[in-house]
């Protein structure tokens, strides 16, 4: 039998020995860490609402690669580089996740769907009562968004790059996305996947950093009670919802897309809407989470991901977020030192605003030492306020790295 | 501008931009409660 008419008939394997030696390695190498993905998912390592969708898209397109017209390689999920309107509009009627990516995925419109989603599930009662702390504890934990800019363009990245991969030191997927499909088109996808599959790890990776610069002492340390603060009311809520949106908007058009989305969320929920709350809370985060994980997965095609800067992307995008994770446990430390010992520096770390991960994480590694102890309240405000910070300092990367051209 | 101004400057400008925002809203609520209660006076 003709090993050729093989190929030819399970084109999978023909397009798999038809490739150069390092893209045939990269195809087996995502193909298998796509299954680990969904393995490390089900057992609840990695976040499963991303990995499953997203391990299994990764498998699936470096298996289904086939033959096209003039013997290219290609798929028939999505193309990522298709520009030409022609092509394009028959890439649209072939490709059957190319409709998707295209009027969701390429212009940001998935990332601000999940960020609706996340404003929805923003109580900023808890900012409100403590805003200068929160906001101060929030601006530590953004040391490696600023840090890790000059270390990329030391390391030979152009400042386009290096402001999309220091975005992932903000924790917080959709703004990695806006900022890398604004700055760097063509990094996004290694820059994206990256900053996903790091965010999967805080919630292993970040107890540990707090175990090494935290004593058990200080962790577990009981706080005295707060003082009693005025009760937030939703209109105030409200009104700080429509005020911050149309401020952050008339500051940063360029961002207006981000601040709309995650305000309107915030505006929705304590407007009391509850068919509203339920839509945004329900199909549109839990529809658009699925599909970003999916496209990012299918986006893993070999061709595409293996880039000669994805070893260097994967060292930043780690040392954005361990800086990240430094800055808010030092700023929890400031506040310690500042109140004579009465706060405790674990909160710092919810201030790297994934949310609430990073706020659960906190209260989890406090609970392991003082059952007794519940700092969630105060972890919850730093957290939101680790989100509008990293909003704005997107907001200022995507508006003052392109004036420098 | 080299990449270490730039940083300090989106870090200062962030740093600005936030307590700015923040300095608003304290700003609207500590007059929307004096309005109450001079209304109760």
Redesign the interface.
């Known amino acids: 039998m003709d090993f050729s008419l093989l190929g030819k008939i399970f084109q999978g394997f023909g397009t798999l020995f038809d490739s150069p030696m390092n893209i045939l390695i990269g195809r087996v190498v995502l193909i298998f860490l796509g299954m680990l993905l969904v393995y490390l998912g089900k057992k609840g390592v990695l976040e499963p609402l991303l990995m499953i969708p997203m391990g299994i898209g990764m498998t699936a397109v470096n298996a289904g690669v086939l033959f096209l017209d003039g013997g290219k390689h290609g798929t028939l999920f999505l193309d990522p580089l298709a520009s030409e309107p022609s092509h394009l509009m028959n890439i649209l009627q072939i490709d059957f996740l190319q409709p998707i990516y295209t009027f969701t995925f390429s212009n940001g419109l998935i990332a601000c769907l999940v960020f609706m989603g996340i404003g929805v599930l923003l109580d900023v009662g808890y900012l409100?009562a403590r805003?200068?702390l929160s906001?101060f504890l929030?601006?530590c934990a953004?040391f490696g968004t600023?840090?890790t800019?000059?270390i990329a363009?030391?390391c030979g990245l152009s400042?386009n790059d290096?402001a999309s991969i220091?975005m992932v030191g903000g924790a917080d997927g959709p703004m990695v996305l806006y900022t890398s499909l604004i700055l760097s088109k063509e990094l996004f996808v290694p820059i994206t996947v990256v900053a996903y599959l790091y965010l999967g790890l805080t919630y292993g990776g970040y107890p540990y950093l707090i175990k090494l610069l935290i004593p058990k002492k200080i962790r577990g340390m009981k706080m005295p009670p707060a003082k009693k603060m005025d009760k937030i009311t939703s209109g105030?809520k409200l009104?700080?919802s429509v005020?911050?949106s149309a401020?952050?908007c008339i500051?940063f058009p360029v961002a207006a897309p981000l601040f709309l989305s995650l305000f309107v969320g915030v505006a929705v929920r304590e407007a009391g809407i509850e068919t509203f709350i339920k839509l945004i809370d329900g199909p549109i985060l839990y529809g658009s989470t699925f599909f970003l994980g999916l496209l990012l997965g299918v986006l893993c095609e070999a061709n595409t991901i293996l880039n000669p800067k994805i070893l260097l992307i994967l060292i930043l995008g780690i040392t954005s977020l361990l800086l990240s994770g430094i800055g808010g446990i030092v700023g929890g430390y400031i506040v310690y030192f500042f109140t004579k010992g009465q706060f405790n520096p674990t909160i710092g770390i919810a201030a790297v605003s994934c949310v609430p991960t990073t706020a659960k994480v906190a209260q989890k590694s406090v609970s392991e030492v003082n059952p007794h102890e519940i700092i969630l309240p105060l972890a919850l405000g730093a957290n939101i306020?680790g989100v509008?910070?990293s909003a704005?300092?997107t907001a200022?990367?995507v508006t003052?790295?392109p004036m420098?051209k | 501008?080299?990449?270490?101004t730039?940083?300090?400057?989106?870090?200062g400008?962030?740093?600005i931009?936030?307590?700015?925002?923040?300095l608003?809203?304290?700003g609207?609520?500590f007059a929307?409660k004096l309005f109450k209660k001079n209304e109760k006076n």
């Open positions: 409100l805003p200068f906001m929030a601006l953004e600023i840090a800019f000059p363009v030391a400042y290096a220091a105030e009104a700080f005020i911050a401020v952050l500051l306020s509008i910070t704005i300092l200022l990367y003052l790295v420098l | 501008m080299d990449s270490i730039l940083a300090l400057t989106v870090y400008g962030g740093a931009i936030a307590f700015f925002v923040v608003l809203i304290k609207i609520f929307l």
